[in-house]
């Protein structure tokens, strides 16, 4: 039996990758917007190191005590939350590399398939398929999540100005 190998053309899975790295870079700058805006102290430079779940945490707690409807506050803490869930898969995305597996059928062909597979830990397997859905979902997310930033800040920067703060 003879194998054929089809060239496999990577442009696709390339720019999905792009996408969806520059939408968590998005998401990461988020964090740091909120930790330089929403504490009453200076505490951006201290914190900045934090690993981003931490960023989120932080976050998360900061906005519990701001003046906000509780609709934006639960949207808000809502996306931060699901923005800690795509950093497992950003990492595994970020810091695994896109390789070229052979498979072989119940019938003896072979089959090729590109894909991002963990090198360590427990094994996961990232197809195609898999890096389409969490570009979207992450260039989606870090939409929402600016959209959902200007109006918590617009929020506390209101409820600053009437108090008398600024």
Request: contains cysteine.
């Amino acid at each position: 039996m003879t194998n054929k190998v089809e060239k496999i053309d990577f442009d696709e899975w390339h720019g999905l990758i792009g996408r969806g790295i520059v939408a968590c870079g998005e998401i990461e700058l988020i964090t740091y917007k909120c930790l330089t805006f929403l504490p009453s102290e200076h505490i951006v430079e201290v914190v900045a190191d934090l690993p981003f779940s931490k960023r989120v945490d932080l976050i998360c707690k900061l906005i519990e005590d701001k003046p906000l409807q509780d609709e934006l506050r639960a949207k808000f803490l809502q996306l931060l939350k699901k923005s800690k869930k795509t950093a497992e898969k950003r990492n595994i995305i970020a810091h695994n590399p896109l390789q070229v597996s052979f498979y072989e059928h119940e019938n003896g062909g072979i089959f090729v398939q590109p894909e991002i597979q963990t090198i360590r830990k427990k094994q996961t397997i990232l197809c195609l398929n898999d890096m389409r859905e969490f570009a979207s979902e992450v260039e989606e997310l870090s939409s929402d999540l600016q959209a959902v930033m200007r109006q918590v800040f617009e929020a506390c920067n209101s409820e600053i100005k009437v108090s008398g703060v600024r």
